[in-house]
């Protein structure tokens, strides 16, 4: 039978008025709560490349060192661990609404495989352009999403219960594939190294294996009904699912034997141990990773979904307009390096093909300390709001199918 659109209580404190900004291309309300949490790790991811572009170590030294004295720097880091598995897990839970709210299985596919296909189109152009102002292919979240799409148009048939059980299999055991190196498949090398392994593949270099992250995204899609309006927002029951999330990870974590390739250890203060317990592999993501990360994110749902004002007016726009949001940053916080950067006499070409080649940025002795890139950080945000505001608008007003898309 397939699934009507649900309609939102006019009282219900997650989900949107029924006025165009607050509704999806459906004609369901939008829940607000989801929006502003993907608003917020936007602000996040932000954050992140800037530090990129603008701090002076960023391609001299691992923020997450835990010999580096600056715990200020590492927090900075770790915090925007959050970006990429929400992002995931929230493109899962929007796969489960659009079938809740009536697209048909063979709908669903064909959006999934041609958004997917889009979305790798779109890494390996302009985002990849965007981060590098060059040529070479970096294949990084975007690819993730656009790859676990194509899966999942093909996934979607089978049973959502069976879904999140391989879901969860794969956050769980795909560290059990790490002592496998892709010469010792031979000629499927290259397929494994794009699909489970952080390094060289495809032709260029793959930041962001996908299958790890499908797990993330089978997720979303297998927990989509505790999100589902026909059924409330359920706070307390998230708020259950995200402590369960951080309990096991500090269970598994502890124990130190198994959920993360690199296991924590004491140090010589408190607090860098503490940072040691929490410092968790992404590339690819861990289940510590994912547990610890999705827990802080889940916790954070019920709180956003109470706020109100300014914030959460910005943190909801950031969140109806990711893609074009996540697009426009690149630009905005590389080009405003390069403004930046030439004003204070670091040579241009400097800035381009900025990761195949930093050498030329660090001996510029280019970048601030994290001061400066905290004040880059809300440049950038001030430049990008307007611009993400006016989206929000277009897509508000209009229906245009290249819109389902953006």
């Not at 607090?271 to 990360?293: G, H, R």
Request: charge should be neutral; glycine fraction near 12%.
């Amino acid at each position: 039978m397939t699934a009507q659109p649900v309609e939102a209580p006019h009282d219900a404190p997650l989900a949107s008025p029924a006025v165009a900004r607050g509704m999806t291309r459906s004609g369901a309300a939008r829940i607000d709560a989801i929006d502003m949490l993907r608003g917020l790790v936007i602000v996040l991811m932000v954050l992140d490349h800037v530090r990129d572009f603008f701090h002076r170590t960023a391609f001299t030294a691992d923020p997450l060192a835990l010999d580096s004295g600056d715990p200020a720097l590492f927090v900075t880091r770790w915090v925007t661990h959050l970006c990429a598995p929400t992002f995931v897990f929230l493109a899962g839970v929007s796969v489960y609404m659009q079938q809740a709210n009536g697209k048909s299985r063979g709908e669903l596919t064909r959006f999934l495989a041609t958004r997917g296909a889009w979305l790798i189109l779109l890494e390996i152009t302009v985002v990849g352009w965007g981060f590098n102002f060059g040529g070479g292919v970096f294949l990084q979240v975007i690819w993730a999403i656009g790859a676990s799409m194509l899966a999942m148009a093909a996934l979607v048939w089978l049973p959502r219960a069976a879904l999140l059980a391989l879901g969860v299999g794969i956050i769980a055991g795909h560290q059990l594939l790490g002592p496998i190196d892709p010469p010792d498949i031979g000629g499927l090398a290259p397929v494994w190294s794009a699909t489970l392994e952080f390094g060289p593949g495809l032709g260029g270099f793959v930041a962001y294996p996908f299958v790890p992250w499908l797990g993330v995204m089978l997720l979303g899609y297998g927990l989509g009904s505790l999100f589902q309006r026909a059924e409330g927002p359920r706070p307390g029951t998230i708020l259950w699912l995200a402590g369960g999330m951080l309990v096991l990870f500090a269970a598994v974590r502890a124990i130190n034997l198994y959920g993360d390739p690199q296991p924590w250890m004491g140090q010589a203060e408190p607090l860098w141990t503490a940072l040691s317990f929490i410092n968790v592999s992404k590339y690819p993501p861990s289940l510590d990773y994912v547990l610890v990360t999705l827990g802080a994110s889940l916790a954070l749902l019920p709180v956003l979904g109470r706020l109100r004002g300014p914030l959460a007016a910005a943190l909801l726009t950031f969140g109806r307009t990711p893609l074009f949001t996540y697009v426009l940053h690149v630009f905005l916080a590389h080009g405003l390096a390069l403004v930046v950067g030439s004003m204070m006499g670091t040579p241009p070409s400097a800035f381009f093909n900025l990761l195949g080649d930093p050498s030329r940025a660090i001996q510029a002795g280019w970048g601030f300390g994290l001061a400066g890139v905290y004040a880059a950080w809300l440049a950038v945000l001030v430049m990008l709001y307007p611009l993400s505001r006016w989206f929000e608008g277009v897509k508000a007003r209009r229906r245009d199918w290249w819109l389902g898309y953006m």
